[in-house]
């Protein structure tokens, strides 16, 4: 499902990412760790083609991103659904709003658009709060909004960035648990954090990356 061979990347003199090879299965779970400034946004950033890699091949859900044009590249993305950190949520919209805009710009059926966004937000335990702006929610409350705004397209591929860094323990727990319902409908989740005690004792594989490298791999 998404698969590194020798990939490298640098900005001007700063290596990134160098030589790093890995393989995450069609369904798995998977996180990718380190301390911050270690590369993982930028090796998300190389899945979902925000980056280019300077040395290595990247397949994502059959795209060979090596060989991938760049007016393919919104199609490679409606089968991979981004939870960023800061959110980025349109404040002057509502929560169905946000999370209806991609359907919107790949000119869906409203009729469609109202029953996707729906279904997504009562997964989400956020249905009761549709027409509410994000400034009036809860950290965890737009959290999960993000998430709701990257799975309401269907993906193959779930991809979070310190997906609770700005959350308590509790808050951090309940999105979590999101995460793991996501992917037992099958959807392939990674996920980026420096914080270890959102994968100990999950039994899931673990990416380490150290000095632009992936040090170890091992199951937590």
């Known amino acids: 499902m998404i698969r590194f061979t020798n990939v490298s990347k640098s900005y001007d003199s700063d290596i990134v990412l160098k030589d790093i090879s890995l393989s995450i299965e069609k369904g798995e ?7 911050s400034g270690v590369g993982k946004t930028t090796l998300l950033k190389l899945v979902y083609c925000a980056e280019r890699p300077d040395e290595g091949e990247i397949v994502v859900a059959g795209w060979d ?17 981004i939870v960023f950190q800061d959110f980025r949520l349109l404040m002057n919209k509502t929560v169905f709003d946000n999370v209806a805009l991609a359907l919107r710009i790949h000119d869906m059926h409203p009729q469609e658009i109202k029953q996707y966004v729906g279904d997504v937000l009562k997964e989400v335990k956020l249905k009761h709060k549709e027409n509410i702006f994000p400034q009036h929610l809860s950290g965890g409350e737009q959290q999960r909004v993000v998430i709701a705004r990257a799975m309401v397209a269907k993906p193959t591929v779930l991809l979070a960035d310190e997906p609770t860094g700005n959350l308590d323990a509790e808050t951090s727990g309940a999105i979590m648990k999101l995460f793991r319902g996501i992917n037992a409908k099958g959807t392939t989740v990674l996920i980026a954090t420096h914080n270890d005690s959102l994968f100990h004792g999950m039994g899931r594989r673990v990416f380490y990356l150290k000095d632009a490298r992936i040090e170890k791999e091992r199951i937590e």
Do not use: E, Q
Request: no cysteine; hydrophobic share 40%; proline share 12%.
């Open 29 to 35: 779970f998977a996180f990718l760790t380190g301390p």
């Open 65 to 81: 991103l090596k060989k991938i044009k760049p007016g393919t590249i919104p199609f490679l993305r409606r089968n991979v659904g």
